[in-house]
């Protein structure tokens, strides 16, 4: 199957604009593991969660489709970043403690992601996947203009890939034997400049500038500068997690 890019093109800002996942995160996650000495990040991105997962393991491969994002990720010494899908690691069998996809599962063809990842894992090894849904901003007039931007001025531009994780991935089999998730979210505390930043790295926006020739994040500027006060002021931003995690089948 070939593989879609939609994000090579802003990699850079990728890496500079994403918000960062909270640390029970991936104590959890490491948690779920009898042994640390191999973890697999499918569609590592800029290597977020593959940085994070260094802490706990000895050793991290972390793989994504596109050349841009590895060339952009975050470098460390145990994180061994590769070119690959995540339907096809190029590890061995039962090599693998825990496998992990963050923010990516809805672009992988998902049951051949998890036919690799139950090749990849040791028996007693376990799969977490995540993701995050729309921002939620700090007041209601805030929240409500870039609920308008998002669910309609930028609605027709996301791909249908994009309700799977809004769903919660709950939508996609899941042939593992499923663990109880403890709930999260992801919070930061952001000025006007790096939410703009965020907001154009959204495939949708990306969509719509390739489409019009304009930058639709510029449309709402002048409107979010006017409510967010000072500009260099922090401001909380919330994102829900939705996490699945799993064990083997005995």
């Not at 593989?3 to 959890?28: E, N, Q, V």
């Not at 995540?86 to 036919?115: I, M, Y």
């Not at 390739?210 to 500027?221: A, C, N, T």
Request: charged residues 25%; aromatic residues 12%; contains cysteine.
């Amino acid at each position: 199957m070939k593989f879609k890019d939609h994000f090579s093109s802003r990699a850079a800002a990728y890496a500079s604009f994403r918000p960062h996942y909270p640390k029970a995160l991936f104590t959890y996650v490491a948690g779920l593991c009898a042994h640390h000495d191999l973890a697999l990040d499918c569609g590592t991105g800029n290597g977020q969660a593959a940085v994070e997962l260094a802490e706990y393991f000895d050793h991290v491969v972390a793989t994504d489709p596109s050349g841009r994002q590895i060339e952009n990720a975050t470098p460390r010494s145990n994180v061994e970043y590769r070119v690959a899908r995540a339907e096809d690691s190029g590890l061995p069998r039962q090599s693998v403690d825990l496998v992990t996809a963050a923010q990516a599962l809805h672009w992988f063809d998902a049951a051949a992601f998890f036919s690799e990842a139950r090749r990849v894992l040791k028996a007693d090894g376990a799969i977490a996947v995540w993701g995050y849904g729309d921002p939620v901003l700090d007041t209601p007039q805030l929240q409500q203009l870039l609920h308008e931007f998002n669910r309609v001025k930028l609605e027709p531009y996301w791909l249908a890939e994009r309700q799977l994780l809004l769903d919660g991935y709950r939508t996609i089999e899941f042939p593992f034997v499923e663990l109880t998730t403890p709930e999260l979210e992801l919070r930061a505390e952001w000025t006007l400049t790096q939410l703009l930043g965020y907001l154009r790295t959204w495939s949708s926006a990306a969509r719509y500038l390739e489409k019009h020739g304009s930058d639709p994040v510029s449309m709402i500027e002048p409107s979010l500068t006017a409510l967010w006060g000072d500009a260099e002021g922090q401001r909380l931003i919330r994102w829900p997690i939705y996490l699945r995690a799993g064990k083997l089948p005995d």
